[in-house]
C-alpha cells in the first residue's frame, strides 16, 4: 500500500535557525498537503500543493513540490518559539483518502 | 461557523467492554475521516466516508473495529472487546470532497485510554 516517510522524525533547532522537513512517497501523488499539530491539539491545515515543481511561500514558510510529484518539503526560515509543533504531510494518490506522513516533531530552543 | 465536534473527549473503560466515539462534522460536509494516533505517532488511517458512497473501511485495524455515518452527518466508530493496545486519540475529520482539493478539518479528538 501507499506510504508516505518523513524525515527527520525530531529536529530541535536554536530559535532563529532555519527548519526543513522532507516528505517521500512510495507512489506519486495527485496533490500534498501539510499541517501542523501544536502539542496537545489537532491538526491544521496550513497549504496543498497541485503541480509538479510547484513553490508557495506563506511568509517565513516555503512548501515545494517535486518534479516527479513523489516527495515535497517544508522550511521554515529563522525559527521562533512559536514553530513548534509536529508538521505532517498528507499525500492524495486518487484513492480518496489521504496518507499522512510519519511527521517531524519541531522543537525550538530560546 | 462551529468547526467538527467530538464526544467524549476523554474516555476511559475495561479491557473487553465496547466504546462509542461520535464526530459531528461541519455542516455541509460531505466527506469525513477517522483517524487513530498512538502517543507521539503519526496518523494512521481508518475509515472513510463521502456521501452516500460505500465507505472505504481499508484501514480498520480488526473486525472489532466498525463506523457508521447516519444521514450523511453524523458518525460513530464502535470499538467492540477493547484492547489495551487501542488506547490512542481518535481523530474525526471533515472536508467539502470529494474533490482532492478540499483540506481536512479536524476535531479535537477522543483520547481512549483501555484499563
Known amino acids: 500500500g501507499q506510504q508516505v516517510m518523513q524525515i527527520p522524525q525530531y529536529q530541535h533547532v536554536q530559535e532563529g535557525e532555519d527548519f526543513t522537513t522532507y516528505c517521500n512517497s512510495s507512489?506519486?501523488?495527485?496533490?500534498i498537503q501539510w499541517y501542523k499539530q501544536r502539542p496537545g491539539g489537532h491538526p491544521v491545515f496550513l497549504i496543498q500543493l497541485v503541480k509538479s515543481g510547484e513553490v508557495k511561500k506563506q511568509k517565513r514558510l516555503t512548501f515545494q513540490f517535486g518534479e516527479a510529484k513523489k516527495n515535497s518539503s517544508l522550511h521554515i526560515t529563522a525559527t521562533q518559539t512559536t514553530d513548534v509543533g509536529t508538521y505532517f504531510c498528507a499525500g492524495f494518490s486518487g484513492t480518496y483518502k489521504y496518507i499522512f506522513g510519519t511527521g517531524t516533531r519541531l522543537k525550538v530552543l530560546a | 461557523g462551529a468547526g467538527v465536534s467530538q464526544s467524549p473527549s476523554n474516555k476511559v473503560t475495561e479491557k473487553g467492554k465496547d466504546v462509542e466515539l461520535r464526530c459531528d462534522p461541519i455542516?455541509?460536509?460531505?466527506?469525513l475521516y477517522w483517524y487513530r494516533q498512538s502517543l507521539g505517532q503519526g496518523l494512521e488511517f481508518l475509515i472513510y466516508f463521502q456521501g452516500n458512497s460505500a465507505p472505504d473501511k481499508s484501514g480498520l485495524p480488526s473486525d472489532r473495529f466498525s463506523a457508521e455515518r447516519t444521514g450523511g452527518s453524523v458518525s460513530t466508530l464502535t470499538i467492540q472487546r477493547t484492547q489495551q493496545e487501542d488506547s490512542a486519540v481518535y481523530l474525526c475529520a471533515s472536508s467539502s470532497g470529494p474533490s482532492y482539493n478540499s483540506p481536512l478539518h479536524f476535531g479535537n479528538g477522543t483520547r481512549l485510554t483501555v484499563t
Open positions: 507512489t506519486t501523488l495527485s496533490n
Open positions: 455542516s455541509g460536509h460531505t466527506a
